[in-house]
Antibody, heavy 124, light 111 residues
């Protein structure tokens, strides 16, 4: 059974960098075939795609966040990470990691496993 | 980035049917597959439908999906109280701002 678990600080000060890690079990990131994704949900709001990374390090980011986001992968630890710089209160959200499947040829994209999510609050 | 538009809410009595629409454009739904997710209160989203109309193992056939042009639809028949949740569509946008995009979400209420 594939499991994903987010970890990282639950409180970040404004203007600082939000850093989260997703630890994957039950699947090997380096085996390829999946796109390891970050998604967030503002309190009481809908889901927002942040971006994803392939085991090779290839990334796609949400254009609205692209200037502040970096997603990286550590295949030796079977983890991938999210960094979001210059955070404001508007970045307060539940951040979730998910395993995605993407077929570029016919543009099929979906997420079959999700972490439980972790609330990150931006406040001084 | 483009937006996928869903109705904020739909409702029906137990046993009835609801449909949820997801409206996009030619750069996303128009040339990509759509997936659907159920998010029960306080839980992670769960994949219900992928590739427009395919159900993962364990998803009952009360849930169905379809796509036509730049819109997709999720149908739920035999509505149960346990279906009360938020539902989201997702697709890939292949415009200059390529990436994944979520629908605005729909709250299903079982009356």
């Amino acid at each position: 059974q594939v499991q994903l678990q987010e970890s990282g600080p639950g409180l970040v000060k404004p203007s600082q960098t939000l850093s989260l890690t997703c630890t994957v079990s039950g699947d090997s990131i380096r085996s390829g075939g999946h796109y390891w994704s970050w998604i967030r949900q503002h309190p009481g709001k809908g889901l927002e795609w942040i971006g994803h990374i392939y085991y090779s390090g290839s990334t796609y980011y949400n254009p609205s966040l692209k200037s502040r986001v970096t997603i990286s992968v550590d295949t030796s630890k079977n983890q991938f990470s999210l960094k979001l710089t210059s955070v404001t209160a508007a970045d307060t959200a539940v951040y979730s990691c998910a395993r995605g499947l993407l077929r570029y040829l016919d543009r099929s994209y979906y997420f079959d496993y999700w972490g439980q999510g972790t609330l990150v609050t931006v406040s001084s | 980035q483009s937006v996928l538009t869903q109705p904020p809410s739909v409702s029906a009595a137990p046993g009835q049917k609801v449909t949820i629409s997801c409206s996009g454009s030619s750069s996303n739904i128009g040339n990509s597959y759509v997936s659907w997710y159920q998010q029960l209160p306080g839980t992670a989203p769960k994949l219900l439908i992928y590739d427009n109309n395919k159900r993962p193992s364990g998803i009952p056939d009360r849930f169905s999906g379809s796509k036509s042009g730049t819109s997709a639809t999720l149908g739920i028949t035999g509505l149960q109280t346990g279906d009360e949740a938020d539902y989201y569509c997702v697709t890939w946008d292949s415009s200059l701002s390529a990436g994944g995009i979520f629908g605005t979400g729909t709250k299903v209420t079982v009356l």
